[in-house]
């Protein structure tokens, strides 16, 4: 699926859920992130690029979810400082990818926040673990 469906994808289960609002003027954020130095079923997040962040945004909210065997290895939130990266190993609340017999298919999507609790820009990436050469 090609990212803006993703992205329009999730928009629409975040909607339907009742969760959170989405302004209708979200923004996409790019995404990216290294699986380097990553021990596998261990705890902590890999480095996390972000870039489209609104200058407005007030949290990031970052969340990891393994789609081969469906299942959530963590969501937290932290405050947006300007920064573009997310350090690896933030957040030990974030379960590493713990592939059972063969790579798992693990997707980090970062939601923007602003000062109202509204998701102003939303964006994924999704990667194997361990990475195919």
């Avoid at 699926?1 to 209708?24: H, Q, T, Y």
């Avoid at 997040?45 to 789609?67: C, Q, S």
């Avoid at 030990?92 to 063969?102: A, F, N, R, W």
């Avoid at 923007?112 to 195919?132: M, N, Q, T, Y």
């Amino acid at each position: 699926m090609n990212d803006m469906l993703r992205i329009v994808f999730i928009i629409l289960l975040i909607v339907a859920s009742g969760c959170e609002k989405v302004s209708p003027d979200a923004v996409t954020l790019t995404v990216d992130f290294s699986w380097e130095g990553m021990k596998p079923c261990d705890w902590g997040n890999p480095e996390i690029w972000v870039r489209g962040v609104p200058e407005n945004t007030r949290f990031l909210i970052l969340n990891m979810y393994d789609h081969a065997y469906s299942h959530d290895h963590g969501t937290v939130s932290m405050p947006y400082t300007g920064s573009g990266v997310i350090a690896k190993d933030r957040f030990k609340e974030i379960q590493c990818p713990c592939p059972v017999y063969t790579p798992g298919r693990y997707e980090i999507t970062i939601k923007a926040v602003d000062e109202k609790e509204v998701v102003i820009g939303l964006g994924s990436k999704e990667r194997r673990f361990p990475e195919e050469e």
